[in-house]
């Protein structure tokens, strides 16, 4: 963890994105509805800074990594990069310019990378597209850099491989080499160590967080896991049904989770992604609405501390210290966990727990 300043507080902002909501069409013509992937999103993300964004599945955080990658329009809402709006990006070239500047990394290392070619050819290429003004013998030693940096050594020898002859972890390095090769502010990473071992995790954490330190890059690291989020990131931002519920600094907020949700979260370490319903307390209401969803919290049916207003009034994200915004009717009375009556403290010391478990798992540092 650094200790950065949150980007709020410094104006010193790489993205900022404001009211961005994307909504999809589904169902046939005479069934149309309306599916809120994400809606009204506030975000953004600093300079060096890597922003978590954690949810259960189908809270839309991939849809946000797709807005952010300008793979998907908006249905409305801006994101504004270096200061500039990306709705101005018209043209062809001007969007592949801005993608080279904020490439994604996915989930899947096995997929990303063609198995035909040896290392080099994906590499050689993507320098030959972004970087016209290298040779090469400058591609060469450009692709070499960067397998050094991205912990791959000797460079010279990955670069002779196949896919099939490296591990996932290696290969996910390989994806993280490629989306280097454009020299890139922001790395948008949708799940990309969630296919790894446990072992092999922990190589790739710290790889994301000595390039935002050396090679000043910036992250958005989708994960369900919060013990990682914690060991890599500097702020949170916490989805739920299209909705940011909770964003902030990542300790204060994993101290101190304000929304009933964020909590929920948290009591489920180390598994996040375990339905609602194992929780005590936690197995009431329907799953959130988001076709055609209604106005009011789409917490309310699963929230214990739920009061009429959260049936009408959608909650807005509200400041409740600095740069720690939340978006629940009665976040200022949330101190204790509303579903175990524990405080804040011994969830958040659940998750230190799980964390702990998990670093001395990975103490053998992974070389993959
Ligand atoms: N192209 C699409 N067309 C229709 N619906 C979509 C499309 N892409 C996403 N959705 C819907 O939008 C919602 C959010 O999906 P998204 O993939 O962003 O969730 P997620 O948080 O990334 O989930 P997971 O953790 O499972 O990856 C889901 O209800 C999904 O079915
Ligand atoms: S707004 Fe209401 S329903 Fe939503 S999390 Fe807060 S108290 Fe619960
Ligand atoms: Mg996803």
Known sequence: MSEHPTPDATGDVLLRATGLTRHFQIGGAFSRRTLHAVDEAELTIGHNEIVALAGESGSGKSTVARLLAMVYKPTAGEIWFDGKPLSGRRSRKDQLAYRSQ?????????????????IS????????????ELDAAGREAEAERLLTTVGLT???AYMQKYPYEMSG??????????????????????EPVSMLDASIRIGLLNLMTELRDKSNVSFLYITHDLASARYAADRLVVMYAGHIVEQGPIEEILAEPRHPYTQLL??????????????AGADRGEPPRVVDPVPGCRFRARCPIAVAECATVTPPLRQLSEGHQVA?????????????????KELSSNEAHS??????????????
């Open 102 to 118: 904020a490439p994604m990394v996915f989930q899947d290392p096995f997929s990303s990378i063609n198995p035909v070619y040896r």
């Open 266 to 279: 948290l009591a489920t370490v180390p598994d996040p992604r375990a339905p609602l319903s194992e929780l």
């Open 355 to 368: 964390n702990e478990a998990s670093s001395s798992e990975h103490s053998s540092k992974e070389s993959a």
């Open 154 to 156: 000797p460079a010279a």
């Open 328 to 344: 629940c009717h009665r976040a200022e009375t949330v101190t204790d966990s509303v579903w175990t009556g524990h405080t804040s």
């Open 121 to 132: 050819h994906g590499l050689l290429r993507s320098l030959k597209l972004h970087r016209p």
């Open 169 to 190: 972890g290696q290969r996910q390095r390989i994806g993280f080499a490629q989306a280097l090769a454009s020299n890139p502010k922001l790395i948008i990473a949708d």
